[in-house]
């Protein structure tokens, strides 16, 4: 039986393998394709680069009216997922009066992966993350490939991780799609979020303009203190 959100998700499929976006695959794990599961890479020149991520998608038959169940199975340390969960904190997968029925798997899966290469340390969910990185990106660079189990590329006076993650106190904010690709046009193009909240299906210059915030983000350093 075909409902309106299997109809949807088939769409979405055909949008995302048509496309073909860079470092970026997703598959369907039952049959209603309400179950997916997802692989991200790093963009290529950043910190994250060389570095897959693992993550689990769960929509419901209320979708495309709210957004599914995002979570990271493997967990970055990153400023904007919840090391505990590793749920994503961006407001329009957190909060159903912020997402946008134009918003479709594809657009998901980009927002993720430009996130892991932009976080937003303001409100961070993961704060020894974000402490680290703003102090020093270097030793967050050691950390990161030693929870990948990647020794080969850290010096030996490299720091031991605590042997569990600092939890959060108080409320924990999530990160606001307006203010996240604020701060992130910011630094690669002042008309970032314009073209980002357009549909994939009904913008054929969407591909192209995401490849281009790529190229212009890479060519410029990152900015990690807070204003």
């Not at 979405?12 to 179950?35: R, W």
């Not at 919840?82 to 912020?98: A, E, R, S, W």
Request: with cysteine; glycine share 4%; aromatic share 12%.
């Amino acid at each position: 039986m075909h409902c309106r959100a299997c109809l949807l998700l088939e769409r979405d499929f055909d949008e995302l393998k048509v496309n073909n976006f860079e470092g970026i695959t997703a598959v369907p794990l039952s049959e209603d394709m309400m179950k997916w599961e997802a692989e991200i890479r790093g963009l290529q020149n950043s910190i994250w680069q060389g570095l897959v991520f693992q993550l689990t998608i769960n929509f419901t038959p209320e979708y495309n009216y709210a957004p599914p169940l995002v979570k990271f199975t493997t967990i970055p340390f990153h400023p904007n997922v919840n090391p505990q969960t590793g749920q994503p904190c961006i407001d329009f997968l957190d909060n159903p009066n912020k997402w946008n029925e134009k918003y479709t798997l594809s657009s998901i899966l980009l927002a993720l992966q430009v996130m892991l290469s932009n976080p937003v340390l303001e409100n961070p969910v993961n704060l020894q993350a974000a402490e680290i990185l703003m102090k020093d990106e270097s030793l967050y660079r050691k950390i990161i490939l030693k929870l990948f189990n990647e020794p080969s590329q850290l010096k030996d006076d490299s720091p031991e991780l605590p042997k569990e993650p600092e939890k959060c106190t108080g409320t924990v904010k999530t990160v606001s799609f307006n203010d996240y690709y604020k701060t992130w046009s910011g630094i690669a193009t002042s008309k970032a979020t314009e073209y980002y909240r357009t549909p994939v299906l009904k913008d054929p210059n969407f591909t192209g303009q995401y490849y281009k915030w790529k190229k212009m983000d890479l060519q410029h350093p990152k900015e990690w203190n807070l204003k």
